[in-house]
């Protein structure tokens, strides 16, 4: 009994100032900025909402990743969305989160069985690479573009970017480096823009069909997806020189001891194991894309798939990495895969997305006061100023709220312009639109990619908020250089 009170005794409680003091000031503004006047057609409602999106901002920046988010939910509830437990329920009662919980434990596979490690081995250990760092970064911005026109989004952002990260860590980066965060968003990127390639599917589809039906005015896919292609084709070239002209490290991805780093050598074969985990990713992405480009030309099978879907895929596979065993163990080890889960990122990108979806609902007037705060700003415009305001507004609105209420907003305001008899290039501005609406990375409540960003290991949301502006006008520049000159051409 003495031992124990002299070790209760010899514990400490470990304090920090600056963590009270931020969480004191994150606390004033979610429970009181709801008291500010609000401006335009902002409600009541609104102004408290927005209260905890900029509360939350705060804490994510200096205080850390998960109990800001829990908090965020007793900031909606207090705001007027309900008890504590619907809210609660509302930030699980999302497929992007279950997706996330699902793949993201289902692609753990290829950490256990160390298949990534065996493929980055062989691609950091390649001769492209040993030339070049810089190659290695293009080739692998460019194999993301390319499987993410055709769909496989899902694969990339819960399985392939852990491994990237997981990369980046073996390499030696050190957190928050600048190389890291520019690296990353690149990657993401890359995923984001391949879903824009095809305007009759898909994103593509919602914005390109959109704007026709608003305008009643046709656009060219094939004009649409040589542009596009040109965007690809200048992204993948320019951003690995736009990191180096930012003064990233490339060197530590240059020299990095393979087998040390990755625990293989670069001419190792793989085992079985291996070979089942990448021979079912290749099935899984494979019925993914021919389901995404063939839709009901498949026929019965499509109406199979269409009740399966992406999220059934990521199931299946999860019960067959459990089910098959080498030498009496499953592949998939769920209580190890469990260990590596990252619940902080879950929980911020399930607050976030709710966050996000409720900041521009009608309810809090907030569209409507951003839809008539940017409106002057087109008026008396010529037609290329109007698509370069276009662009800045549709990217700075799409980082700091929901990317797909600042789409439709900014396509509606386009619409309305155009049938008032504004000479509106429809091509480019719908690209403009399709592109910039996606890039939304500065805030975890702008997009699920920008809250994976803030919530990953290799960055900080510090380090995100410092570069990120300095990303986005690097993709403003080559995206309306792009999109005008083409515009003009088609």
Known sequence: MTELSTEVKKGKLDVNGKTILHTVMMCLVMF???????????????????????????????????????????????????????????????????????????????????????????????????????????????????????????????????????????????????????????????????????????????????MMQLTQTVISYGAYMIIMLLLYIVFVVSYPFFMKLCGCDFNRLANVNISEAFGVDKNQKLDLAQKIVLIAMGIFLTVVIVGSIAGEKLGVLYTYYSQIGVAGMMVLFWIAMTVIKIDGKPILDLREASKMFTWDMLFLVAVALLLSSVLTSQETGISGWLASLITPFFAGKNPITFLLILGIVTIILTNVANNIAICYIMMNLVAAMYLNGFPVDILAATMIISTFSVLAFLTPASSMPGAMLHGCEMCTPKAVYKIMPVILCYFVVISLATFIIGGMVF
């Open 32 to 210: 009181g900025f709801r008291y500010v006047p609000a401006p335009g057609a902002v409600t009541e409602y609104g102004m408290a909402v927005l209260g905890v999106f900029l509360a939350l901002v705060y804490g994510w920046s200096f205080i850390g990743i998960l109990w800001p988010s829990l908090l965020g939910i007793f900031g909606l509830a207090f705001a007027g969305y309900g008890t504590v437990e619907a809210v609660a329920l509302s930030v699980m009662n999302n497929s992007t989160v279950f997706m996330m919980m699902v793949g993201s434990l289902a692609f753990m596979a290829l950490m256990q069985s160390k298949a990534a490690d065996v493929i980055m081995a062989k691609i950091m250990g390649s001769k492209i690479a040993q030339k070049s760092p810089m190659y290695t970064v293009m080739i692998i911005l460019a194999a993301t573009l390319l499987i993410n026109s055709f769909g496989g989004q899902m694969v990339f952002y819960f399985g392939i970017f852990p491994i990237i990260v997981s990369m980046l860590k073996k390499c030696g980066y050190p957190v928050g480096d600048r190389f890291c965060v520019m690296f990353l968003t690149g990657f993401m990127a890359a995923i984001q823009l391949g879903m824009c390639f095809r305007p009759f599917v898909g994103w593509g589809l919602m914005t390109a069909g959109t």
